[in-house]
């Protein structure tokens, strides 16, 4: 669906229906978390971990997960002890062997994270799982990207751009190698998750600065010098 969406095919998949589907899915906070990490919990475990610390702000995450147990995306948990009256939904939780780590994503920063809403999650997970070790990561949102503690919970700090950055990093290094059958599996992925980041609306291009510049000295008239020239091969 979201490479249908991406080439302006959706529309067909509905008779008479005359909606802009990229344009509505740019808006969905939900769609947007539901389409990347869906596609991240496809990659092997110690690459997702991986993507996961490298795009927080601080390296405070665990590598050393033990390996997934279960994934969740909005779960309803006991509200007892919060100041919720029906339930706490956070948006994913990631049950792993060793923690467990849950996710608040928000989309920009009109929307933003709260310590209150924290907390509430905090006491609903401790309610359903009790005081395995917990991390909390706040992506998008952020009123501060640094990283915060309540009680023994590291909330750590991270926004779509970054993580973003990070896909788009391993799928370069897995283009600079020969690829195994498994890395041809997990290049896909990670193509997938560009698509669903610019079908959300997210330049997923290369920034100017992010061009390689080749090691040049031109020597243009009244003695100007200009260095660095970016290579676009």
């Given at each position: 669906?979201?490479?249908?969406?991406n080439?302006?095919k959706?529309?067909?998949?509905?008779?008479?229906?005359?909606?802009?589907?990229?344009?509505?899915?740019?808006?969905?906070?939900?769609?947007?978390?539901?389409?990347?990490?869906?596609?991240?919990?496809?990659?092997?475990?110690?690459?997702?971990?991986?993507?996961?610390?490298?795009?927080?702000?601080?390296?405070?995450?665990?590598?050393?997960?033990?390996?997934?147990?279960?994934?969740?995306?909005?779960?309803?948990?006991?509200?007892?002890?919060?100041?919720?009256?029906?339930?706490?939904?956070?948006?994913?939780?990631?049950?792993?062997?060793?923690?467990?780590?849950?996710?608040?994503?928000?989309?920009?920063?009109?929307?933003k994270?709260?310590?209150?809403?924290?907390?509430?999650?905090?006491?609903?997970?401790?309610?359903?799982?009790?005081?395995?070790?917990?991390?909390l990561?706040?992506?998008?949102?952020?009123?501060?990207?640094?990283?915060?503690?309540?009680?023994?919970?590291?909330?750590?700090?991270?926004?779509?751009?970054?993580?973003?950055?990070?896909?788009?990093?391993?799928?370069?290094?897995?283009?600079?190698?020969?690829?195994?059958?498994?890395?041809?599996?997990?290049?896909?992925?990670?193509?997938?998750l560009?698509?669903?980041?610019?079908?959300?609306?997210?330049?997923?291009?290369?920034?100017?600065?992010?061009?390689?510049?080749?090691?040049?000295?031109?020597?243009?008239?009244?003695?100007?010098?200009?260095?660095?020239?970016?290579?676009?091969?």
């Open positions: 669906m979201i490479i249908a969406i080439n302006g959706a529309s067909q998949n509905f008779k008479g229906a005359d909606i802009d589907w990229k344009d509505l899915f740019r808006k969905s906070e939900d769609s947007l978390t539901a389409s990347i990490f869906g596609r991240l919990f496809y990659l092997p475990v110690d690459l997702l971990m991986q993507i996961l610390s490298e795009s927080c702000y601080d390296k405070i995450l665990d590598s050393d997960c033990g390996g997934i147990v279960k994934t969740e995306f909005w779960p309803k948990w006991n509200a007892e002890e919060t100041t919720n009256t029906k339930y706490i939904e956070p948006d994913i939780h990631i049950q792993l062997k060793k923690f467990d780590l849950l996710i608040e994503a928000k989309r920009g920063n009109d929307n994270q709260t310590e209150e809403q924290w907390q509430n999650q905090i006491t609903a997970y401790r309610n359903e799982y009790g005081d395995k070790k917990l991390y990561i706040a992506l998008d949102g952020l009123k501060s990207d640094k990283s915060e503690k309540l009680g023994n919970v590291h909330i750590i700090k991270c926004t779509w751009a970054r993580l973003l950055k990070a896909i788009q990093t391993e799928l370069k290094e897995l283009e600079t190698k020969e690829l195994l059958a498994q890395d041809v599996a997990i290049k896909n992925i990670l193509n997938d560009i698509i669903a980041f610019d079908v959300h609306g997210y330049f997923t291009g290369q920034w100017f600065e992010s061009i390689p510049y080749e090691d040049l000295k031109i020597e243009c008239p009244n003695n100007i010098l200009i260095y660095g020239l970016p290579n676009f091969n």
